[in-house]
């Protein structure tokens, strides 16, 4: 099935630093989202971006919705340790039957690991 | 509000056999959706309800399928479970599903198949 291409994999930082990620994808999505999920618990949702070029932040966050609406971004500032997890991309598009939307396409995640 | 809860948290099962995993939304949510998560595969997507109809379904065998009731509840059954059915299996909840963009997870239900 579709794929995004998240990268990347993981990333090795020290506290304080920015992190950036992103997701790309050969098909366009009309909601982007970005989630974190911590060790035995499901995804959280972080950000939701609705249309293309927008930027929103929460916090420390920042997310992009691509102008080509096939891509989107996240950035971490000034990282603390309980930034730690997996961090995934997700895109939805809109369905063709009658209104509804596909589920959620994910990416494989970014591994984030701070050493302090 | 209390978030999705799912039971069971932990669930070991034998190939062959078959199991039902239950998923109660976020209150007020009438849209509910199953994904599956591996180390390989990531997270995809089985199934979406709405008003107790599939509204939309993931690339995922016949052995997998779900229902919806009317208090919004969900469950999934997976039938002649195989080792690949090995993952944690999450329900996501929304309001509806036009705005299932905002889906809001719960702590998954982890099955090992042996």
Redesign the interface.
Known sequence: ?QQLNQSPQSMFIQEGEDVSMNCTSSSIF??W?W?KQDP??????LI?L?KAGELTSNGRLTAQFGITRKDSFLNISASIPSDVGIY?C?G?RR?N?G???????????THLIIQP | KAGVTQTPRYLIKTRGQQVTLSCSPISGHRSVSWYQQTPGQGLQFLFEYFSETQRNKGNFPGRFSGRQFSNSRSEMNVSTLELGDSALYLCASSETPQSSYEQYFGPGTRLTVT
Request: glycine share 32%; no cysteine; hydrophobic share 30%.
């Open positions: 099935g009309n909601t989202l989630y035995g618990e499901g995804p959280v949702l939701a609705y995934f997700a939805r369905g039957s209104g509804g939307a596909d589920g959620l396409t994910f990416g494989k995640g």
